[in-house]
């Protein structure tokens, strides 16, 4: 388990700038020692922010995209294309302005999809995708993600994972059907915590003040089961990136003062 690194920003908008900065420089730095690299995104605000930055910079250029994996996180299980699905809004934020492979963009099974209605057989169909893309030096049945981001909710949820929710208790399936959320729409698919936990990085989002409550409360220890961000951590790095009202309630020493 790493230790958590907090990074503070002035506001949302300079936080999902250096967040794509960041990215780029990482997907690069992966490419050029493996020859391709492997992300997670996060869908939400703060997870469209940053790709709408980074489909602003210049600097987009120096991905290789043909040589870029793409997953996700979790997914709201609702007919392809819906404007609130995850995907959907990844695609007008990002995806369709750059030349992703469509083999590489691993998006979560629809509901209406081949699978029909079913999020439980739809996301062992996502654990199967993931375990056949997993090679010998991974680290168990999905591949070891560069960097896998997480947006943090109110509630101190990651992915699809909820406070005291099923899910968030699972320590053997990668991928999991998640019934009766306490967000809208009830039923989605999320990577469980032991997939999650592969990634060399975990990068966690959080702007604005309603988020204040929720990262003070994962950063102070609890237990996952409680409060599921705090079981979110890389094995390489544990980064999370912030404004600073979402970062209003942490102690000043958990974050260095020269966070810009």
Do not use: C
Not at 30 to 55: D, E, M
Not at 146 to 165: E, I, K, N, Q, R
């Amino acid at each position: 388990m790493t230790a958590p690194q907090v990074v503070v920003h002035r506001d949302k908008e300079l936080m999902a700038q250096a967040a794509a900065a960041r990215l780029i420089t990482k997907i690069v730095d992966a490419q050029a020692a493996r020859g391709s690299a492997s992300v997670v995104l996060t869908g939400g605000r703060n997870g469209n922010a940053l790709l709408a930055a980074l489909a602003a910079s210049p600097a987009r250029d120096a991905v290789d995209w043909a040589r870029l994996d793409l997953w996700w996180g979790d997914e709201r299980f609702l007919p392809s294309g819906d404007p609130d699905r995850n995907d959907t809004q990844a695609r007008e934020a990002l995806l369709d302005a750059v030349p992703v492979e469509p083999a590489r963009v691993h998006v979560m099974p629809s509901s209406d999809g081949p699978l029909g209605n079913d999020a439980d057989a739809a996301a062992e169909a996502y654990a199967q995708e993931l375990a056949a893309a997993a090679g010998p030096e991974d680290h168990g049945p999905v591949p070891s993600f560069d960097v896998l981001m997480l947006g943090v909710g109110p509630d101190t949820h990651v992915a699809s994972l909820f406070p005291g929710h099923p899910g968030v208790r699972e320590t053997e399936r990668t991928v999991v059907g998640v019934h009766g959320s306490p967000k809208p729409p009830p039923t989605r698919i999320s990577l469980t915590l032991p997939a999650i936990r592969a990634a060399r990085e975990v990068w966690l989002l959080a702007a604005g003040e309603d988020k204040a409550g929720a990262v003070a409360i994962a950063l102070s220890g609890p237990g996952e089961i409680q409060a599921p961000a705090a079981g979110a951590h890389g094995r390489a790095r544990t980064l999370w990136l912030l404004d600073r009202t979402a970062a209003a309630k942490l102690p000043p020493q958990l974050y260095p003062p020269s966070s810009p």
